[in-house]
């Protein structure tokens, strides 16, 4: 890869174009094919000129047209467990403790925060605070936006 | 010890973040034992009240220009290993690497200067030993002597104290004919104090005092080839230099062993040194032969083992000019208006938000905005700049304490692979 491939050209042209050469009609059915992988990994995968956060201002957009944010907004924390948790929610939120980690959490959280649309950053704010004082067991990792206690957390958006 | 010791510690090292920032620690205790070396050698010059420090004092500068290097000296291995520590934490291979690079010219120039200072502490050695024993040498020869030395050293001192990537690689790939040249001032006032020495009856005393000096300073190595053989032609080109198994071969003479090229390759091929640079380290071990001949490029083997090839010489291009990019802008990937945030929380000194910058064109960055009606920010590097400080803000209220320099880069690298922006930084500038 040569500097700034993904943003010479027209890369919105350029990723719906990948996406339909792979069989899919829209960047958010190639994406939930793929719901555990990051951002950075779906861009890899349609090729090296393919940046995730251009993926990500497609789903944005898509979802937005469809009335599926909250869907959108969820399985976002997925893609930044990947990233920042790959083993899961840890141990513990003590770095002093075994296996524990604040850092990982605090930026799986903050990045979740910084990808959420702006209507959905006061409700994605709560939902981390909500986690960070309650935390899920240790090895808790969403594998979806079905995820059970993420859909407690940011429910469907009201039709 | 050099930087090429740096590199052979460097690869020496398993591949484990812990065993290479080990390594990288073991390189600079290693370069700060060479400064102290010549540090040791310029204060015990500094005091002396005959020889060099007699004379009126007009040599005093002399030494004091020594002196004057070892701050900055100091403060490129300071700067190493704040460098490498952060890079060992950042928990992220190619942000390790990326700080790494940030760190390589710092290394380079740290080794060059070493290099460089130990040859002038030689030709102070070689003044005080004249002044103290060799009343035949005249003083204002040796003055001006030493002032056309200072002169030879002064421009690439100066460059590699600069810090600056592009001099110190043009300062670096320089040096093998510095050296020769210096090598050959060196020979040249031995031999005027020879001839001068020639009648003078208590001469012997004092031209075994010059032989003396000639064998311990640094160019020792250059000395030991001096004179040619009978009949052999001096014109002996880098193309001489032959990749065997054992290493590189000058005839005979093992140059560099296989170890150090392999280990200098792997640090070619992630960009820590430069192709250049490492074979201006390979011309300085060749010796004075090889320096002599500035042209004549390393025979295609020996090049091959350096680490040569097209992506090596991609990684080069698009750290400097080529790739259009030369006169791309450069931007901060820390934002700049947060300067005193940052601060806060450790980039200073080596640090510095201004070693963290990447290169966009304008195109580029408007290209960001091509398409869409985003809710998620502006045009780069706005939007950057505002996600990025939205980011590591509710990061850092999440972790409940302030951040450290190498979470602070963990989550601009995790940002960077999500925008596609290659991590090669390059040094900006305040503005």
């Keep these: ?159 | 010890m050099s930087w090429l010791g740096v590199a052979l510690l460097l690869c020496a090292a398993s591949p484990s973040q812990e065993g290479t920032r080990q390594a990288v620690h073991r390189a600079v205790d290693d370069l700060k034992g060479s400064t102290t070396t010549s540090a040791n050698a310029l204060g015990r010059l500094a005091r002396k009240t005959a020889g060099i420090g007699g004379v009126n004092g007009v040599f005093t500068r002399y030494v004091a220009y020594g002196s004057d290097q070892l701050p900055w000296l100091r403060g490129a291995l300071g700067g190493s290993t704040a460098l490498a520590e952060t890079a060992a934490q950042v928990g992220n291979a190619d942000m390790e690497l990326a700080i790494l690079r940030v760190a390589g010219p710092r290394l380079q120039a740290a080794s060059f200067g070493n290099i460089l200072l130990a040859v002038w502490v030689d030709f102070l050695n070689l003044a005080d030993t004249v002044l103290d024993n060799c009343p035949f040498y005249s003083v204002e020869r040796l003055l001006v002597d030493m002032k056309r030395v200072q002169q030879l050293v002064v421009p690439s001192m100066a460059a590699l104290a600069s810090q600056d990537p592009e001099r110190v690689e043009a300062a670096a790939t320089a040096m093998p004919e510095l050296m020769g040249q210096l090598t050959d001032e060196f020979g040249a006032l031995r031999n005027g104090v020879r001839r001068a020495a020639e009648g003078y009856q208590r001469s012997m005393v004092a031209a075994q005092i010059v032989e003396m000096i000639t064998m311990i300073s640094a160019m020792k190595m250059s000395f030991s080839q001096m004179p040619p053989p009978p009949g052999a032609s001096v014109a002996v080109g880098a193309g001489a230099l032959v990749m065997e198994s054992g290493g590189v071969m000058l005839g005979p003479r093992i140059v560099v062993s296989a170890e150090w090229m392999e280990t200098v390759r792997r640090l070619v091929q992630a960009g820590v040194i430069t192709l250049p640079v490492a074979s201006a380290a390979l011309r300085i071990n060749a010796g004075r032969l090889m320096m002599a001949q500035t042209g004549g490029d390393l025979p295609k083997g020996v090049r091959d083992a350096l680490g040569d090839g097209p992506e090596v010489r991609g990684m080069h291009e698009t750290g400097k000019a080529g790739a259009g990019m030369a006169e791309a802008p450069r931007h901060h990937v820390l934002p700049q208006e947060y300067r005193a945030w940052f601060e806060q929380r450790g980039f200073k000194g080596p640090m510095d938000i201004d070693q963290f910058c990447v290169r966009m064109e304008r195109a580029q960055h408007e290209a960001i905005h091509g398409g869409g009606d985003w809710r998620l920010g502006r045009t780069w590097p706005e939007e950057w700049n505002q996600n990025v400080m939205s980011e590591l803000r509710t990061i850092e209220s999440n972790k409940g304490r302030m951040l450290t320099p190498s979470e602070i880069l963990g989550v601009v690298a995790d940002e960077m692979r999500s925008y596609k922006i290659p991590m090669n930084f390059i040094p900006g500038r305040k503005g």
Excluded: C
């Excluded at chain 1, 790959?86 to 939120?93: I, K, N, R």
């Design chain 1, 1 to 159: 890869m040569s500097d700034g491939d993904a943003w010479r050209g027209n890369w919105l042209v350029r990723l719906r174009e990948r996406v339909r050469d792979r069989g899919y009609t829209s960047v958010t059915a190639f994406a939930e094919a793929r719901p555990t992988a990051s951002l950075a990994e779906l861009a890899d995968e349609l090729g090296q000129d393919i940046a995730g956060v251009q993926i990500h201002k497609v789903l944005v957009d898509e979802a937005e047209r469809n009335h599926k944010m909250a869907r959108l907004v969820r399985g976002t924390l997925v893609r930044k467990f990947r990233d920042w948790l790959p083993q899961g929610w840890p141990a513990s939120l003590d770095p002093d403790v075994e296996g524990g980690d604040r850092f990982k959490v605090a930026a799986a959280l903050g990045g979740w925060h910084s990808y959420s649309p702006i209507p959905y950053r006061d409700p994605v704010k709560r939902a981390g605070d909500i986690l960070m004082a309650n935390p899920p067991p240790p090895g808790w990792y969403p594998k979806g936006p079905d995820d059970e206690l993420l859909r407690m957390l940011i429910p469907d958006d009201e039709a």
